[in-house]
């Protein structure tokens, strides 16, 4: 018995080569020999994988095992795809839908997209619930093109027959692109609010911050002395109620028209950085620290 199938594909043929090595377990542990025929013209490496061998009598036939072989074979080239073609897949993508962004960005791009997909593909993701994960779906759509074909131009098998593998490449670099804009406007925003920091002159020198367990604040000078009653009304029209007010929102206002020397944070041994806390941060860098612990802290100083 002699089945063979054979590839054509722009990537490096010892990279398919040393794969097809470790796999085809079950193929192998029966007796048959497996082998690469390499032909390499122009941009294409054209590999024929072959199967060769008895079929002992028993459980198994012929066409069984060709089945098997192409059952594993369509894990093999879906395997290929996602390791070796999936970042020119996306780039490609990113090329047709932001050729007018800078290459800065473009790279940026890849990056986010090729790290959005590699989270989707994890046996973690929700996808595989519903969908048996990335791997699969297009191993199921490459097992229907074996079946009925011998010879497979890896490109155009991605191009022309895995349509919903495309969308998914098109919605992550859509993602991407988002979330890199979003970055850009938020960094563009800290840095005019540490701007603004920078060159207002304090009204406080020092604020003391620290969280109840209700994500309300409270604020105090050096002196101890209570100071957010002082900025917080301006904050609030009396037509709107308190509740439709962000509170993360007014501190951070209240923060930036003190625009103190030092912020110092206390309480914070089980606190998780909220948005806020993070902005903070971000504007105030070196002007803000951590208390090491104080009577308001509830832990030996």
């Known amino acids: 018995m002699f089945y063979s ?5 722009a990537v490096d043929h010892k990279v398919i080569e040393e794969q097809f ?13 497996l082998k690469i025929i390499n032909d390499s013209q122009a941009k294409n490496n054209i ?27 369509s894990e093999f080239l879906a395997d290929h795809i996602l390791n070796y073609w999936e970042e020119k897949v996306v780039w490609k993508e990113i090329l047709r839908r932001y050729k007018k962004c800078n290459p800065k960005d473009r790279q940026v791009i890849l990056k986010k997209t090729t790290e959005l997909l590699k989270r989707c593909n994890s046996s ?35 191009t022309f027959y895995l349509p919903e593998y495309l969308n998914e490449v098109r919605f992550a670099v859509e993602m991407a692109y988002e979330e890199m804009r979003n ?3 938020y960094n563009e925003f800290v840095r005019l609010l540490r701007y603004f920091v920078d060159t207002q002159p304090p009204r406080t020198y020092e604020v003391n911050l620290m969280f109840d367990e209700k994500n309300g604040f409270t604020l105090w000078d050096g002196n101890g002395t209570r100071i957010e009653d002082n900025y917080i009304n301006g ?47 971000e504007v105030f860098k070196d002007r803000f620290k951590v208390c090491r612990g104080c009577e308001r802290c509830c832990r030996p100083g």
């Open 5 to 9: 199938f054979s590839i054509a594909t």
């Open 21 to 33: 090595k470790d796999l085809f377990a079950w193929i192998k542990q029966r007796g048959y020999s």
């Open 47 to 73: 590999l024929s994988l072959c199967m060769e061998g008895e079929t002992p009598s028993g459980v198994f036939r012929d066409e069984d095992v060709i089945y098997i072989f192409k059952h594993q074979l």
């Open 124 to 158: 973690e993701s929700l996808n595989l619930l519903f969908n048996f994960g990335r791997k699969n779906k297009i191993a199921h759509r490459v097992l229907e093109y074996i079946d009925e074909n011998n010879f497979v131009i890896v490109e155009g098998l991605i």
């Open 183 to 185: 970055e850009k406007e």
């Open 235 to 281: 904050f609030f029209d009396e037509d709107i109620l308190l509740e439709e007010v962000n509170l993360d929102d007014v501190l951070i206002s209240i923060l930036i028209t003190i625009a103190p020397r030092w912020i110092i944070m206390h309480n914070t041994a089980d606190m998780v950085d909220t948005e806020s806390v993070l902005m903070i941060k």
